[in-house]
């Protein structure tokens, strides 16, 4: 075959997407028809009040640090027994405790020290984003991120068919377990950074999203990696990215976007683009719907029991 061929084939696999999605966590929630809007292009509508007026940075800031509060906790966990210093966790709102999380067996000596690399990363975000903020960051919120058969890393491998009914999920069991576990988080936060860079008016602001966008993006790519690449010689790790992807695309609404690992053919997706080679973006009321893993407009679930702190805080409604 040519490489005018391979690459025909390559740009072909990009624009035949996945037109099958299948229906997650009809089981736990109800099919919502209320009708809710976005304001500014980040916040979604819903049940509980909320204002029109322009977001401002400190909004969308804030935001960004409930999920990076998530994503260091998770990884501080898995590669070194502990979570965040206390010293990081005070601010405006209900401050929460976090449920679960254990150092991670690992076996893989490189998965290990990504783990580490990845959780320092994490850890100076939400630094950063304190520093950045001031008294007007906003303190962790409840967060799970344990392994009870009804937490959410159970509840979301539930739905995506990885476990069966009263099964539990345990990121911290295995290589491969912590993988998955990474991969539902790491994909959310690029496409987060994505959708809410282009609302912050303050350029120094934009210039730190832009770089932990691409941070993120680099942490990604590594999980994206090291999964197919095991993936290989264990094909059910690869298929268990596409059920996770289906999951995501499940609750974030009738778009079309999440991609596994794999393409047509077996070949790699490292880099999930939209057909003119993009990153794609979700709302911040996309993002609550995976974490809070409810396609319903909702102010709390899934890996926030209690809901996140700030100002943007509802899912948005399907």
């Given at each position: 075959?040519?490489?005018?061929?391979?690459?025909?084939?390559?740009?072909?696999?990009?624009?035949?997407?996945?037109?099958?999605?299948r229906?997650?966590?009809?089981?736990?929630?109800?099919?919502?028809?209320?009708?809710?809007g976005?304001?500014?292009?980040?916040?979604?509508?819903?049940?509980?009040?909320?204002?029109?007026?322009?977001?401002?940075?400190?909004?969308?800031?804030?935001?960004?640090?409930?999920?990076?509060?998530?994503?260091?906790?998770?990884?501080?966990?898995?590669?070194?027994?502990?979570?965040?210093?206390?010293?990081?966790?005070?601010?405006?709102g209900?401050?929460?405790?976090?449920?679960?999380?254990?150092?991670?067996?690992?076996?893989?000596?490189?998965?290990?020290?990504?783990?580490?690399?990845?959780?320092?990363?994490?850890?100076?975000?939400?630094?950063?984003?304190?520093?950045?903020?001031?008294?007007?960051?906003?303190?962790?919120?409840?967060?799970?991120?344990?392994?009870?058969?009804?937490?959410?890393f159970?509840?979301?491998?539930r739905?995506?068919g990885?476990?069966?009914?009263?099964?539990?999920?345990?990121?911290?069991a295995?290589?491969?377990?912590?993988?998955?576990?990474?991969?539902?988080?790491?994909?959310?936060?690029?496409?987060?950074?994505?959708?809410?860079?282009?609302?912050i008016?303050?350029?120094?602001?934009?210039?730190?999203?832009?770089?932990?966008?691409?941070?993120?993006?680099?942490?990604?790519?590594?999980?994206?990696?090291?999964?197919?690449?095991?993936?290989?010689?264990?094909?059910?790790?690869?298929?268990?990215?596409?059920?996770?992807?289906?999951?995501?695309?499940s609750?974030?609404?009738?778009?079309?976007?999440?991609?596994?690992?794999?393409?047509?053919?077996?070949?790699?997706?490292?880099?999930?683009?939209?057909?003119?080679?993009?990153?794609?973006?979700?709302?911040?009321?996309?993002?609550?719907?995976?974490?809070?893993?409810?396609p319903?407009?909702?102010?709390?679930?899934?890996?926030?029991?209690?809901?996140?702190?700030?100002?943007?805080?509802?899912?948005?409604?399907?």
């Amino acid at each position: 075959m040519t490489d005018d061929s391979l690459m025909m084939d390559a740009l072909d696999a990009r624009v035949s997407r996945r037109n099958e999605r299948r229906e997650f966590f009809k089981a736990m929630t109800g099919a919502a028809k209320v009708v809710g809007g976005l304001y500014a292009g980040v916040a979604a509508a819903g049940a509980q009040a909320q204002t029109t007026a322009a977001l401002t940075d400190a909004d969308i800031l804030n935001f960004a640090l409930n999920l990076e509060y998530l994503e260091a906790q998770f990884y501080s966990f898995a590669a070194f027994g502990t979570g965040l210093n206390t010293s990081l966790l005070g601010g405006t709102g209900v401050q929460g405790a976090v449920t679960g999380g254990r150092q991670a067996t690992f076996t893989d000596p490189v998965v290990a020290q990504y783990a580490r690399e990845i959780a320092a990363d994490e850890v100076a975000h939400v630094t950063f984003l304190r520093t950045a903020l001031g008294t007007s960051a906003v303190s962790q919120p409840a967060i799970d991120i344990g392994t009870s058969p009804n937490g959410a890393f159970s509840s979301a491998a539930r739905a995506a068919g990885l476990i069966g009914a009263g099964q539990s999920f345990d990121p911290y069991a295995s290589d491969e377990n912590f993988l998955l576990g990474a991969y539902i988080f790491e994909d959310v936060g690029v496409t987060a950074y994505k959708g809410a860079s282009p609302l912050i008016t303050n350029p120094t602001f934009l210039e730190a999203a832009a770089g932990i966008l691409a941070v993120e993006a680099y942490h990604a790519a590594i999980v994206r990696t090291v999964l197919y690449s095991k993936g290989i010689q264990t094909p059910s790790l690869i298929d268990a990215t596409e059920a996770i992807s289906n999951a995501r695309d499940s609750l974030d609404g009738s778009s079309d976007l999440d991609q596994g690992v794999r393409m047509i053919g077996n070949a790699s997706n490292i880099v999930p683009l939209d057909p003119n080679g993009l990153a794609y973006s979700r709302t911040a009321g996309q993002v609550l719907n995976i974490v809070y893993l409810n396609p319903a407009a909702v102010g709390s679930g899934g890996f926030y029991p209690a809901g996140v702190n700030g100002t943007i805080k509802t899912s948005a409604a399907s």
